[in-house]
């Protein structure tokens, strides 16, 4: 793409999905919360936060930083029903393909997978991220059942659960103390860090966006990685087709004028 190459670039910095984790403050402690609860062997926690604000990254940052042999992971993503989610888990440890298994059958082949990796002296570790789909579906006891898995298998098991703000006020709760961990919007200081990281993996050490630049796409993004993302992929594309050196506000607020805006700039898809 000819604009990627006018900024020195060797691919787009700020797609969305398989970016570079940015250790950004308020990340770097939801980090530290999750591996605590591993490392402590904690039955459960939560990391709740609005959709578009890091929380994949975060989790797979935490589970990367745990890696160990005596730990087996297990994670899935938008499970649609309890049967699903149960397969997926049990698959992942190591279970035969169970397909179209009923919730009753995945649950036994989860359990005994759960089991194996104890009588082998493994932690185990469940991650189920963006759990929307099956709380949306009524399948809120499907996950609620999970944080039981360790007793009724014999395992030493801790279950981490990505919810969006939304599902964790509306009543999703837990037998069992649970951990719960959330995320906030960027500052704009943190911001300006998170764009010159994503910069910086993309190849280009150079400063594009300047100090007032950054500060609009703060405040019409409300801090939110994701609104960074997209704001800021369509201000180097304004700025390269006009041939311009650095991006100023100017152009920050041309693209959002020519963007349909959720309400109150609410960029969190």
């Not at 970016?19 to 062997?41: F, K, N, Q, S």
């Not at 959709?51 to 993503?77: H, I, N, Q, W, Y």
């Not at 994701?226 to 152009?251: F, H, N, P, Q, T």
Request: proline content about 3%; aromatic content about 6%.
């Amino acid at each position: 793409m000819d604009w990627i190459v006018h900024w020195g670039l060797n691919r787009d910095p700020f797609v969305e999905r398989g970016g570079p984790y940015v250790p950004v403050p308020g990340h770097e402690e939801a980090v530290a919360r999750l591996v605590h609860t591993i490392e402590a062997g904690h039955r459960l926690a939560v990391l709740s936060a609005p959709a578009g604000t890091g929380k994949t990254l975060v989790l797979g940052r935490a589970l990367a930083e745990v890696r160990d042999p005596c730990r087996r992971f297990a994670m899935t993503s938008n499970p649609m029903e309890g049967g699903h989610l149960y397969s997926r888990l049990a698959e992942k440890l190591g279970s035969r393909r169970l397909g179209s298994a009923t919730r009753g059958a995945a649950w036994i082949a989860l359990e005994q997978a759960v089991r194996g990796c104890a009588v082998q002296g493994f932690q185990v570790v469940l991650a189920v991220d963006d759990c929307a789909s099956l709380i949306t579906a009524g399948a809120g006891d499907d996950l609620r059942r999970l944080e039981q898995i360790g007793a009724s298998a014999g395992g030493r098991v801790t279950v981490l659960l990505v919810l969006g703000e939304e599902s964790h006020e509306g009543g999703l709760s837990f037998q069992s103390w649970t951990l719960a961990v959330g995320l906030r919007s960027l500052s704009c200081s943190e911001a300006e860090t998170y764009l010159t990281a994503k910069l910086a993996a993309a190849g280009c050490r150079e400063s594009i966006f300047s100090q007032r630049a950054v500060t609009r796409l703060h405040v019409h993004s409300r801090g939110s990685p994701s609104g960074l993302d997209r704001l800021a992929s369509l201000c180097l594309m304004a700025g390269a087709y006009r041939g311009l050196e650095a991006i100023s506000s100017d152009v920050v607020e041309g693209v959002l004028g020519e963007c349909h805006q959720p309400t109150e700039h609410a960029f969190r898809g």
